[in-house]
């Protein structure tokens, strides 16, 4: 009996469904014993389902692999040379795959439109795709499939939207999960208390971005960012201290404590979250002042940290970075802050506010004696400290993924009622925008400071 051919699928055309069609496909194929992969030209490091749905059948079975880093710079009057690049490098992923023998399936998720937008070159990827291994299927999906691509191919399906409750796809997720959800009993309706507690709590940890468990202990020898997809957890103050000084370095102003100025109460007294705060985590407000050195290099550095009350800034933080700032022209010293915030306590109310222009204040100050200031923004950095000190930096860099902005998406797009673009308001987004010098992955940052501080010291 002959072997049976591959088929060579398009799928392409303005309307959504495409990617869709194409897992349809996969998963078919892979019921039926075929294994699968599928290469992504333009989704990148963000989180969507069918990433989940994929690991469920196991990575030996449907393997999806997100090369590009999204639309945003594509497609425009220029295509950015970065761009093309990873084009390349993901075409290569994909005839390498087609050509290994280890999958029955590929599919080149988005590659007609990288071809229509000239960062591959037809001809090439036609001739791959003729002189393949006969038995090895292949789809190809995005708009304006190219005509020799149409003509090559076994089949042809062409979408068209007739009509669609969406703006964006991905963006709409959150609507479109709302229809899928079920309401679930929470979890203490079903259990008993004592079956609550899980056994394993503390020991292994869920990474938010894949979902892979991590042993806490690896993580943490990771300098707490995924092993898998290099998602970055929020690290806390003293361990970020750790990593980034020399050694042993001395503490300043440690004793500092809010005095609750409003008697605010919410869901319970401030002064009550206060000494839970202080009880849980052994320090006194949400920020160290640390001087120290890094890598040889003496500086003055705060690290704030999120488990106090959402890293928010009352009048102890602004203070304390304050006399950081202070310290640091009285000593010639080099000012770092690593921000982790919420933005400004709202349980201090104007006391917060007056934090900003006092903190702005003071590095006007810093910058007059030529001293520089690099700010590194991790996830999250929010609201008042977004608006004051961590965008003030004469560098200001960031983590992988952080979310930064003044308010959260969610209200900004109830305020301009449109959908934001794709990865708004993440650091990458954000250095695309010019609104960051640099995007520094966490093992790479101790490194990059010394090299900065050189430069700015001299
Ligand atoms: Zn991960």
Redesign the pocket.
Known sequence: MPEEKGLLIVYTGPGKGKTTCALGTAFRAVGQGLRALMVQFIKGSWHYGELDAAKMLGDDKFEIRPMGRGFVKIGGAETDPEDVKLAHECWQTGREAIYSGKYDLVVLDEINYTISYKMLDPDEVVEALKSRPERVHVICTGRNAHPKLVELADLVSEMREVKHPYTKGILALDISMAWFKREKKSIEQTTPPEERRVRTEGLWVK?E??R?IVFRKDLEANLHV?P??Q?HFKMSARPRLEMLLDGRWTEHDAGMTSTDPLKFVDTKPYAQRLKEARKKLGMNDAIITAEGQLNGRPVVMCAMEFSFIGGSMGAVVGEKVTRGIELSIETRQPFIAVSCSGGARMMEGTVSLMQLAKVSAALAKLDDEKLPYISVLTDPTTGGVTASFAMLGDLNIAEPGALIGFAGPRVIEQTIRQKLPEGFQRSEFLLEHGFLDAVVHRKELKAYLANALDLLMN
Do not use: G, V
Request: hydrophobic share 10%; with cysteine.
């Open positions: 990474c971005s894949c892979t995924c898998k997809c998602f």
